[in-house]
C-alpha cells in the first residue's frame, strides 16, 4: 500500500501539562517509525499562550499543527472527526495525549498488516463496565438513585464479558471509516465515548458488521486477531513486553503488585 497519505496524529488537549507533549516528543524522536508519513499534531482548545509555549517544544520537528478551537469539549472523538475531515484521503493512527512509542519500527510494524477494510490497534481487551459494575460503592453513600441510573445505562449500552474491542488510546483506520462512524455522534460527556469504545454501538461492533479485519500488532511484527488479543502480549497480559506504543493504562500495568496483577488480568481477559 502506498504510504504518501499515512498520517501520525498526536492530541494535546487543554486538560493536559507540557509534560505530555514533552514525552511524546522525545520518544517519536527517539524510536524510529520505520516508514514515511506525515506527522500532526492536534492541540484541543489550548489558549494562545500555551500555543507559544507548545511550539518551543515542537521546534524543530518535521509536522503539521492543527489548531481545534472548538468552543465545546467533544472530547478525543470530537478532534479525531475534524481532524479526518481535513485529511480526508489519508490513513491515520490517532494518538491520544497519553502515548508515546517505545518500540523501534513502531510505526511500520501496524503499516505492513493495514488494507482496505482494516482497523489496526496496538491493544484489544475483553473488559466490559457492565460486568466490572459494582454495588457496594454506591452503597458507600446511600445513593440508590445513582447505582439504578447507572446501572440501567450500563446494561442498555454495554455486553458482558466477555466484550472484545480494540482500546482508543491508539489506533489506525482511513480517516473516512472515522468519520462514518463519528458522523451523526455526538459527545458531551464522558459516557458517550465510553460507548463508542467498548460499547455495543462502538466502534468494534459497527466495524465487525461491515466485515472489517480487526488486529492487534505487537513489535515482533505479528498481528493478531480477536480470539487471540490476549497473546499479543500488548495488554495487562504477561510484561505487556511486546507493546508498541505507551499509554495511560499500560503504564499503570508495570507498577502494580503481583497480586493486582493478576486481579486486573481477569478483569480484562
Not at 517519536?28 to 500532526?40: A, Q
Request: net charge positive; with cysteine.
Amino acid at each position: 500500500m502506498n504510504n504518501n497519505n499515512l498520517v501520525v496524529l498526536f492530541l494535546m488537549t487543554f486538560l493536559e501539562d507540557d509534560q505530555r507533549l514533552i514525552t511524546f516528543v522525545e520518544n517519536y524522536k527517539k524510536f524510529n517509525p520505520g516508514v514515511d508519513h506525515k506527522l500532526v499534531i492536534c492541540l484541543k482548545k489550548i489558549t494562545s499562550e500555551k500555543i507559544l509555549d507548545f511550539k518551543k517544544i515542537l521546534a524543530g520537528l518535521d509536522h503539521e499543527l492543527f489548531i481545534d478551537e472548538y468552543e465545546k469539549n467533544d472530547f478525543d472523538f470530537g478532534s479525531y472527526r475534524r481532524v479526518a475531515k481535513k485529511y480526508l484521503n489519508s490513513v491515520i493512527f490517532f494518538m491520544n495525549s497519553h502515548s508515546y512509542p517505545i518500540k523501534d519500527f513502531w510505526l511500520k510494524n501496524m503499516y505492513n498488516h493495514f488494507d482496505d477494510k482494516t482497523i489496526i490497534g496496538t491493544t484489544g481487551s475483553y473488559e466490559s463496565l457492565l460486568t466490572n459494575f459494582r454495588l457496594w460503592k454506591f452503597f458507600k453513600n446511600w445513593n440508590l438513585y445513582k447505582f439504578f441510573k447507572h446501572y440501567f445505562f450500563l446494561k442498555k449500552n454495554f455486553h458482558k464479558k466477555p466484550n472484545p474491542h480494540f482500546r482508543s488510546a491508539n489506533f489506525m483506520m482511513k480517516a473516512v471509516d472515522l468519520i462514518e462512524f463519528t458522523e451523526n455522534k455526538t459527545y458531551e460527556k464522558k459516557s458517550d465515548t465510553w460507548i463508542s469504545e467498548s460499547g455495543k454501538k462502538g466502534m468494534t461492533n459497527f466495524f465487525k458488521k461491515k466485515n472489517y479485519k480487526i488486529l492487534v500488532v505487537n513489535s515482533d511484527g505479528y498481528a493478531f486477531e480477536e480470539n487471540d488479543w490476549k497473546n499479543s502480549s500488548t495488554y495487562n497480559f504477561n510484561n505487556q513486553e511486546k507493546l508498541l506504543v505507551m499509554d495511560k493504562h499500560t503504564k499503570r500495568y508495570f507498577s502494580l503488585s503481583k497480586f493486582e496483577e493478576s486481579k486486573t488480568q481477569k478483569k480484562i481477559w
